[in-house]
């Protein structure tokens, strides 16, 4: 608080001296740690100082001048009880409730001035919330923010990134700005697909339903050898009696990391073998440097396109593919976040099948990506993540103080998405065994699982005391098949797992529903979790039996109503079209 004393008396006095000079007298050479760790986060090591010539874009994430707007906004409209709901708002008016007061831009323009970063490599995204500082070398970026940029290798999976163990801000900013991204976070998303591994399963054999859409066939194919298609997706969801019409203003945009593209010609063989169509395509969008080569697609984005295709088509699709920057300098979310926010048409539906742990990021990092997530969702864009496939956590999880801690994965743990987990079989559908789930401890649980959250906490006891933050926001929301998919990859046929495949079947679905707004002259679903936890679970498939083990333990058990492993249930899309209004 004495910071924002210091500074808005700076600005006062700039203001009294009529603009003739600078602020009297800013003390930039006092500066404070605004973040870092105690030692460089597990499993990076250091490949010393980036090539010279090496260059960062910085976001400077600014605190907004009303904290709380943003998110009263999208609760508004994203609360079926309430007047203004599905009225989402324009980017003009997002902009207008997250701007900074006019006193931290003076600010940070004179300490940006101070050290001679040119105004032609500032730009604003969102108003003014996020400045973006292009091209800095990273000399100049060790100097402004008192960093010692490298470059860290993963050990296990060899990706580089660009990163600093901590920075500092001059004192007087520490109240004005949030966070400084790409700074600590050293983190690296992971495809959500599932190395096949031992696991106890049911025995479906036989257990054969009939019902409307699926043809008899499929459903004893499934019941034999026990592998996931379309047409049994499509019969168990009960889309395959609707009969969607492609309508350029609905999108549902798949989400590319880590260099993945898919690979058109597997999407046709997929789509003529299970869909008997053959126009299904996709557009392709380069975000940031990202790449494109269809003729050597890779498995994560044959899965999302795929399967978002199989319960969507013919919605269009787009597909983003995300660029790393020079040597691994951008941060995945951070870079197709503000890309995707500054667009004029923005997909409807967003699937993302990537996620990393929560703690590996600073708090002050997720918030600021949380907050784009809370901007999609107010300009009403309904946002899929994956609720990653490590049950409760990988690993031992014993923290340094030797506790064992169970590990939320971001971005599931903000609450302005919608997480999915996974599941297997039917009659009765059960949680898959590596299905993400618990809950964050970064962000506190959100109004719409008031009831639902603790009435599992409660049912729970003191079972994992302490392994846990149980004031944190619940994960996941929702779940879906994720086990045995078949897929094509480079013209053959196999099988595949993880929640990564439940995401975009859940983004189909949704992306159906916002189809059938839009063309009756409707506003879409934007924001879904207080419609989900509200009228929309009377849509949903309550999953009742399976667990989600890990960190040396049996993990949290799917129970009836919400639990950490599959949240509300697995969607019925006719039931949801019913709770619409
Ligand atoms: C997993 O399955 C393999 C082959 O079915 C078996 O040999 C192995 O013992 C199993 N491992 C565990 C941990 O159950
Ligand atoms: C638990 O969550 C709350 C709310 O997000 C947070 O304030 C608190 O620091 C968390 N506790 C731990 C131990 O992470």
């Not at 495809?191 to 409307?212: D, L």
């Not at 014993?398 to 999915?420: A, K, L, N």
């Not at 929301?477 to 990564?500: C, K, M, P, Y």
Request: hydrophobic share 35%.
């Amino acid at each position: 608080m004495r910071c924002h004393c210091i500074s808005v008396l700076s600005v006062l006095a700039t203001g009294l001296l009529g603009g003739l000079a600078k602020p009297l007298s800013q003390p930039w050479d006092d500066t404070h740690i605004k973040h870092s760790w105690n030692a460089v986060p597990k499993n990076w090591v250091s490949q010393g100082r980036p090539p010279s010539g090496t260059t960062i874009d910085l976001y400077i994430a600014l605190k907004p001048h009303r904290e709380n707007a943003l998110i009263n906004a999208l609760y508004e409209v994203s609360e079926p009880a309430h007047p203004r709901y599905r009225a989402h708002l324009t980017k003009e008016q997002v902009a207008d409730l997250v701007a900074p007061r006019p006193e931290t831009f003076e600010l940070v323009n004179s300490w940006l001035e101070h050290h001679g970063i040119s105004s032609s490599s500032i730009s604003m995204t969102h108003g003014g919330n996020t400045l973006k500082l292009k091209g800095l070398s990273v000399t100049q970026a060790n100097t402004l923010i008192g960093a010692s940029y490298q470059v860290y290798r993963h050990v296990e999976r060899g990706e580089t990134i660009v990163r600093t163990v901590g920075y500092s801000l001059p004192r007087a900013l520490h109240w004005h700005v949030l966070t400084v991204v790409p700074t600590t976070s050293f983190v690296s998303p992971r495809t959500q697909w599932q190395t096949p591994r031992n696991r106890s399963r049911r025995e479906t054999v036989g257990r054969v339903k009939s019902a409307s859409g699926e043809p008899a066939t499929m459903l004893s194919s499934r019941a034999k050898v026990g592998y996931v298609t379309p047409p049994f997706l499509r019969w168990l969801y009960d889309t395959a009696t609707y009969a969607p019409i492609a309508m350029s203003e609905n999108v549902l945009g798949v989400v590319g990391f880590l260099g993945d593209n898919p690979g058109p010609a597997d999407l046709l063989a997929f789509m003529r073998k299970y869909r008997d169509v053959d126009d299904a395509m996709y557009e392709v969008v380069k975000i940031n440097g990202g790449g494109y080569d269809p003729t050597h697609p890779h498995k994560e984005a044959n899965m999302n396109i795929q399967y978002a295709e199989a319960m969507a088509y013919p919605t269009p699709h787009i597909f983003y593919s995300t660029g790393k920057g020079q040597s691994g300098t951008s941060d995945w979310f951070a870079t197709w976040l503000e890309y995707v926010l500054d667009q004029e048409d923005i997909p409807r539906t967003i699937s993302i099948s990537y996620a990393y742990e929560e703690r590996y990021l600073s708090r002050e990092d997720a918030i600021y990506l949380c907050d784009m997530f809370a901007k999609l969702g107010a300009l009403g864009v309904s946002v899929l993540v994956s609720s990653a496939n490590d049950g409760v956590g990988e690993g031992a999880c014993v923290t340094e103080s030797g506790m064992v801690r169970f590990i939320p994965p971001f971005p599931g743990s903000c609450p302005y998405v919608t997480v999915v987990g996974g599941t297997t079989d039917y009659e009765p559908e059960v949680a898959a065994v590596f299905s993400g789930g618990g809950f964050s401890d970064y962000f506190k649980r959100p109004p719409y699982q008031r009831q639902a959250v603790p009435t599992f906490l409660k049912d729970l006891g003191s079972r994992y005391q302490g392994f846990y933050n149980d004031s944190g926001r619940g994960i996941p929301d929702i779940a879906a098949q994720s086990i045995d998919f078949q897929i094509f990859l480079n013209g053959r046929e196999q099988r595949e797992s993880g929640t990564s495949i439940a995401t975009p079947v859940v983004a189909g679905i949704i992306s159906l529903l916002n189809g059938w707004l839009i063309s009756v002259g409707q506003d879409p679903l934007g924001f879904l979790n207080p419609w989900l936890y509200g009228r929309g679970l009377a849509a949903l498939n309550d999953i009742t039996e399976g667990s989600n083990p890990g960190c040396g333990t049996d993990g949290f058990s799917a129970i009836a109503g919400w639990d950490p492993v599959t949240g509300l249930g697995t969607p019925n899309f006719r039931k949801m079209l019913g709770q619409l209004f």
